[in-house]
């Protein structure tokens, strides 16, 4: 270890922690608002990565039919909840949604097949095909549940992680796929090189960390969701619809893990499992920060990356046992911290 291999690691630490960083901040997003704790996340990396890889080639990306059978679930979900209550303007708004959405996404991204698209076009054609699926997948699986405990959010959360990553499976196939990357630039600043990935990763990580902040600071959906979160019921009684803060807490997780997707796949090859993985030390990151702390999250998941650079120099073949193992201290210091609750009878 010299001082030129200590800055490579900080320099990549960095850099996989501020993909982390997202990651944490939309599941302490979907936490906050809806009492999920959003394991499929890391079914969005992968979405994300992969369709963007597939537009890469010109081909049409199995997300856009898998939206399309979502959004027609998505739709008959709500005929059957509001057959007693159903209005023309409800329905025609849920056909919009559900059907003629992910139907016009469809095929615009049939018509983009077959040419050799830019890279910004990929990239933003990516982000609205599988951000529908966020939304699809609140109305699908948790909606229905909302109100129920943490626990059985939990459990519908391990359900739907498995039942998408087989759909990946049967999308994309067991080939990995890599893509271009946003920029093919680079500098150099002593020792260090920095690629036009490596600052996309930085630039784009620092512009939606400010955007949450804009959002929840300063605009009325965004103070809806700070509401949601704070109190569920007081939020409805001042005549916050909590349906559409899920909606739009899952919404903005799917774009989010999209976008980390992307930046991803340029650097190492996914796999339709791979997004698990990466998903995991976000959600290391917003343990840490007690699932409510955004900077926190932020701060833990740039301490997660550092951590997995060095254990990658050091002892590669416990990188990952090493990054999990930071999950320990700091549980058993929250459980000292916390009074005690005494069990509910039955």
């Known amino acids: 270890m010299d001082s030129t291999i200590l800055l490579f690691l900080l320099q990549d630490g960095i850099t996989s922690g501020a993909i982390y960083a997202l990651l944490g901040l939309a599941l302490v997003l979907v936490f906050a608002v809806t009492r999920v704790i959003l394991i499929p996340q890391g079914e969005f990396i992968t979405f994300g990565a992969l369709t963007y890889a597939t537009l ?11 939206a399309l059978g979502m959004g027609v679930v998505a739709f008959c979900f709500d005929m059957v909840s509001g057959r007693n209550v159903m209005s023309a303007r409800r329905m025609l708004r849920s056909l919009a949604l559900n059907i003629v959405l992910p139907l016009a996404i469809w095929a615009v991204a049939t018509a983009m097949a077959g040419r050799q698209n830019s890279v910004a076009i990929n990239f933003l ?8 699926i966020g939304l699809y997948l609140y109305r699908i699986a948790y909606q229905p549940i909302a109100h129920a405990s943490v626990l059985v959010l939990l459990i519908a959360s ?3 992680h498995l039942a998408l990553q087989g759909l990946g499976l049967v999308f994309f196939g067991p080939e990995g796929l890599r893509a271009p990357a946003i920029s093919a630039a680079a500098f150099t600043v002593g020792p260090l090189r920095f690629t036009g990935q490596s600052i996309g990763i930085y630039a784009i ?7 949450l902040w804009l959002l929840f600071g300063y605009t ?6 700070r509401a949601t979160a704070v109190n569920r019921l007081g939020a409805r009684i001042v005549g916050i619809r909590t349906t559409l803060s899920g909606q739009v807490a899952f919404l903005l997780a799917a774009v989010i893990g999209t976008i980390s997707g992307i930046l991803i796949v340029p650097i190492t090859t996914i796999y339709y499992d791979t997004g698990f993985l990466i998903g995991l030390k976000g959600f290391v990151a917003a343990i840490i920060g007690g699932l409510v702390s955004y900077p926190l999250t932020a701060a833990a998941a740039l301490v997660v990356g550092i951590v997995e650079a060095f ?5 590669s073949n416990f990188k990952e046992v ?9 549980l058993i210091l929250r459980s000292l911290a916390s009074p005690e609750v005494e069990e509910e009878e039955d």
Do not use: E
Not at 125 to 132: D, E, N, R, W, Y
């Open 56 to 66: 890469a080639t010109g081909k049409v990306p199995g997300t856009a039919l898998l």
């Open 220 to 225: 009325l959906y965004g103070k809806a969701l």
């Open 322 to 330: 090493i990054v999990f193992t930071l999950l320990l201290p700091v």
């Open 311 to 315: 254990s990658s120099f050091y002892a």
């Open 158 to 160: 391990v359900g739907m």
């Open 125 to 132: 054609l990516s982000i609205v095909i599988v951000a529908p």
């Open 205 to 211: 990580t620092i512009l939606l960390i400010v955007g």
